[in-house]
């Protein structure tokens, strides 16, 4: 033990004297509980299998949401690729000249 433990220890023990030694824990376990549960709440202490659920759930979920994305650009990407097609196979150099007013 170096000083500073003991010096600690110089000024509980008055207290444990005073208010007895049971006080004294009961108060120091009930600040420890009290620091665990506001960082269990503010999500500084979550458990290990929470974690992975959460990620997990997160991945299914995201699968889910690029699979309807895809299902519902689709006939987008049809269309487009149809008319990009019929633009290249056309051959025609198309130069607008089309006045901007500029």
């Given at each position: ?13 008055p ?27 503010k ?10 659920r ?49």
């Open positions: 033990m170096d000083s500073n433990d003991i010096a600690n220890l110089e000024k509980i023990l207290l444990a004297d005073k208010y007895g030694l049971a006080y004294i824990v009961a108060l120091i376990l009930l600040l420890i509980v009290l620091v665990l549960l506001r960082s269990i709440v999500g500084n202490l979550v458990p290990r299998e929470l974690l992975e959460a990620e997990e759930d997160r991945d299914r979920l995201q699968n889910i949401l690029d699979k309807e994305r895809s299902d519902f650009m689709a006939p987008t990407l049809e269309v487009l690729q149809r008319l990009k097609v019929d633009y290249t196979s056309s051959g025609v150099n198309v130069v607008n000249e089309e006045d901007r007013g500029g």
